[in-house]
């Protein structure tokens, strides 16, 4: 089974930073990588498919990379309804593993 | 609009066994892939089992397998787990998703549309 491993586990930071989480596949699963946001008591939210693709209604300041094993969200000016926590999900193959999670918290 | 509505959680002893519905409306429900992903509380997300459109195709976690079962009722719009001997690692908020749709593919594995969630708790 693929093992995802993400980091930082939590992080704090200010309202207008760049923020940068990463996630590792514990083998290549090529750009078969999914970013959710989730807010405290709601569902997680698909926010990137396919490692770089922005979902429907996803703000343009969320941006994904990566290939094979080495994955990035990027958050590029950090705003007040993006603190959350964001789980990386690999869809290579089954049984389909979430990260550990990052929970983003104001400084 | 599309709504997941999830039902059957509660407190369960250990050894006992649920079953988790959950009513899907809004959308053509036979058309999708389903999946239930669950979350301990205050923890991460945790995938437990795929059923593909027609039921013909089921996966589980390892965790589960032998234990839960997930199955549909394409003529009710309606999707279940079947969860037995319950243990204390099993409580959890269980969430039903559904797999987001590609043409030609059984499933794709991307989590598209939740449900709010229903909290199974088992403690004696």
């Known amino acids: 089974d693929i093992q995802m491993t993400q980091s930082p586990s939590s992080l704090s930071a200010s309202v207008g930073d760049r923020v940068t989480i990463t996630c590792r596949a514990s083998?290549?699963?090529?750009?078969?990588l999914n970013w959710y946001q989730q807010k405290p008591g709601k569902a997680p939210n698909l926010l990137i498919h396919?490692?770089?693709t922005l979902d429907f209604g996803a703000p343009s300041r969320f941006s994904g990379s990566g290939s094979g094993t080495d994955f990035t969200l990027t958050i590029s000016s950090l705003q007040p309804e993006d603190f959350a926590t964001y789980f990386c999900?690999?869809?290579?193959?089954?049984?389909?593993?979430f990260g550990g999670g990052t929970k983003v918290e104001i400084k | 609009q599309v709504q997941l509505v999830e039902s059957g959680g509660g407190v369960v002893q250990p050894g006992r066994s649920l079953r988790l519905s959950c009513a899907v409306s809004g959308l053509t429900f036979s058309h999708y892939a389903m999946h239930w992903v669950r979350q301990p509380p205050g923890k991460g997300l945790e995938w437990v089992a795929l059923i593909s459109f027609d039921g013909s195709n089921e996966h589980y976690a390892d965790s589960v397998k032998g234990r839960f079962t997930i199955s549909r009722d394409n003529s009710k719009n309606t999707l279940y787990l079947q969860i037995n001997s319950l243990r204390r690692e099993d409580t959890a908020v269980y969430y039903c998703?559904?797999?987001?749709?590609?043409?030609?593919?059984?499933?794709?594995?991307?989590?598209?549309?939740w449900g709010q969630g229903t909290l199974v708790t088992v403690s004696s």
């Open positions: 396919s490692a770089s």
């Open positions: 083998q290549s699963i090529s750009s078969s």
């Open positions: 998703v559904t797999d987001r749709l590609f043409p030609g593919d059984l499933f794709s594995l991307y989590f598209d549309l």
């Open positions: 999900q690999q869809s290579y193959s089954t049984p389909p593993a």
